[in-house]
């Protein structure tokens, strides 16, 4: 005897992998045993749903409640649009420093960006400023303020090399992370570093005390060769040593449980590549890539579709939230880098923001985001009415 199954309505994902499973369609036709097999498997898959549902969907098991809840905005709001982010959009801009509600991105669009990105280097050494001159009081203050207003933040973390007391970018010898991992010579000296780390994650309070959820890109463009952290300045191993000891230390030893920890390497060729040095599922939360326009616009945005496919698709597979960390085009030399090349290649995706870097104040070529009078703000403008981009007002 043989029975039409009808096709499920197309709503969760359990749906469509337990159609995948039993290739159904509409008029294919079943006998009783293959009906009795489908029906266990839909009542197995639906109590691990349930179960999963109540577990959190965080890599940290502790995080808090508020971090929970930032990270399922984060994936509602990938079916809303994508967010734009500006790495130290309130610190300082174009011909300005610390100028208090400043913003080149809202002097230009009337606009605040949805997410705020904040370096951390040079805290490891007790610095009260930044490797780009921002006091991390002040960087504190701005972190609370986007908070308040419904920013975003995410932070990277230049920090120096522990071995040569050089910088980020010093990778005269290799061993660096080594030295790092348990049992290195710098161990107990790194988790020093990660303990300054840890209290400034813990002074990030709302007005009720609560710790303020945030993003975190630890050791990100590991794919390139130019931090100590890189691909050929340590294996993949103890790439993924480091992290996942980082993840251990701030999330169990220091319990920092207001973090989504952020995945971020260089740009790759290759999904083999992407994972390549990927610590794990149960180590990230968003999966995200760095890319630049450095050689021809149609580099970059092939560049751009082969790693929003990788992102996406994985982010998929493994339930994750997929990003574009860090992107732009130094001096924004053309006019319609952000309607003709930039937005039209990644707004065809589901991602949740793409970070323009900082628009410097102390290097006079080295700014990504328009500024009052910069040939590309019309342009800007352009881009930023479209629906589907987030902003703050
Ligand atoms: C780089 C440059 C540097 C800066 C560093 C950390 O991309 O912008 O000037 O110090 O990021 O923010």
């Known amino acids: 005897m043989t029975y039409i199954l009808p096709l499920p309505s197309p709503k969760g994902d359990n749906e469509y992998m337990i159609s995948e499973i039993i290739n159904l369609n509409r008029t294919k036709k079943y006998t009783m045993k293959q009906l009795l097999f489908a029906a266990l498997l839909i009542l197995a898959t ?3 749903s349930k179960k999963e549902e109540t577990q959190s969907p965080l890599a940290d098991k502790n995080a808090t409640k508020e971090t929970k809840e930032l990270h399922q905005l984060l994936r509602q709001r990938l079916t809303e649009g994508i967010m734009l982010g500006h790495q130290d959009a309130l610190a300082y801009g174009i011909g300005w420093y610390g100028v208090s509600g400043k913003s080149d991105i809202k002097e230009v669009s009337g606009r605040y960006p949805a997410v705020f990105g904040w370096e951390l280097g040079a805290l490891e050494r007790n610095s009260p400023y930044n490797l780009d001159s921002v006091y991390f009081s ?5 972190a609370i303020q986007v908070h308040e207003m419904g920013g975003i933040n995410t932070f990277s973390w ?36 990660l303990d300054i780390a840890a209290d400034f994650f813990s002074d990030l309070k709302d007005k009720e005390g ?7 890109r630890p050791f990100h463009e590991h794919t390139g060769s130019w931090f100590w952290w890189g691909a050929e300045q340590c294996t993949p191993e103890e790439y993924i040593q480091l992290w996942k000891m980082t993840f251990d230390y701030l999330t169990e030893t220091k319990q920092i449980n207001n973090l989504i ?14 994972v390549e040095r990927y610590p794990g599922n149960e180590y990230v939360d968003m999966l995200g890539f760095d890319s630049y326009l450095y050689s021809t616009p149609e580099a970059y945005m092939a560049e751009l579709d082969t790693n929003l496919i990788i992102v996406t698709d ?11 960390s860090e992107t732009g085009f130094e001096t924004i030399p053309v006019e319609n880098f952000f309607t003709g090349i930039l937005w039209p290649t990644i707004s065809k995706y589901e991602i949740s923001y793409f970070l323009l870097w900082r628009n410097a104040i102390n290097r006079p070529d080295h700014f ?26």
């Open 261 to 274: 920890w952020t995945y971020s390497p260089a740009s790759v060729t290759s999904e083999e590549k992407y």
């Open 368 to 393: 990504y985001a328009p500024y009052p009078g910069h040939s590309s703000a019309d342009d800007f403008n352009k881009m930023v009415a479209d629906k589907r981009l987030i902003m703050i007002n």
């Open 46 to 48: 639906s109590c691990t």
């Open 210 to 216: 609560k710790p303020i959820p945030v993003l975190f």
């Open 314 to 324: 994985l982010a998929k597979r493994w339930d994750k939230i997929p990003t574009l």
């Open 138 to 142: 002040d960087m504190k203050k701005y």
């Open 158 to 193: 230049h920090a120096d090399n522990i071995v040569t007391g050089g910088d980020a970018w010093d990778c005269k010898q290799d061993s660096v992370v080594r030295t790092i991992l348990p049992g290195g010579s710098n161990h107990a000296q790194f988790l020093t570093w």
